[in-house]
């Protein structure tokens, strides 16, 4: 069963900037460095939305309202995706949810918080 744990959220001013860790575990490396994995967030009252998506051998996707500011890359020794948030805005402050997509199956994380005050 896979596994993930979200870290790395908190409270920062606009502008700031946070690095959010997802851990997986119950793969293996070669596994996980061919799974497709992703941030989405979901904001109060929102619906839950793309934020990112990395998959091996294609260029990384963003949406729209983080191209430029967000970097999504993986560690395959590590197991571990990592999101990169810079010039942070009041419009990202959202519950940060990592995703694994494997074998037609989906896994989520539990979320982690990211407040950015303006």
């Known amino acids: 069963q896979v596994q993930l744990v979200e870290s790395g959220g908190g409270l920062v001013q606009a502008g700031g900037s946070l690095r959010l860790s997802c851990a997986v575990s119950?793969?293996?490396?070669?596994?996980?460095?061919?799974?497709?994995m992703g941030w989405y967030r979901q904001a109060p009252g929102k619906q839950r939305e793309l934020v990112a998506i990395?998959?091996?051998?294609?260029?990384?996707m963003y949406a729209d309202s983080v191209k430029g500011r967000f970097t999504i890359s993986k560690d395959n020794a590590d197991n571990t995706v990592y999101l990169e948030m810079n010039s942070l805005k009041p419009e990202d402050t959202a519950v940060y949810y990592c995703n694994a997509y494997l074998f037609r199956m989906n896994s989520w994380g539990q979320g982690t918080q990211v407040t950015v005050s303006s």
């Open positions: 119950g793969i293996s490396g070669s596994i996980f460095a061919i799974t497709t």
């Open positions: 990395i998959t091996g051998g294609v260029s990384p």
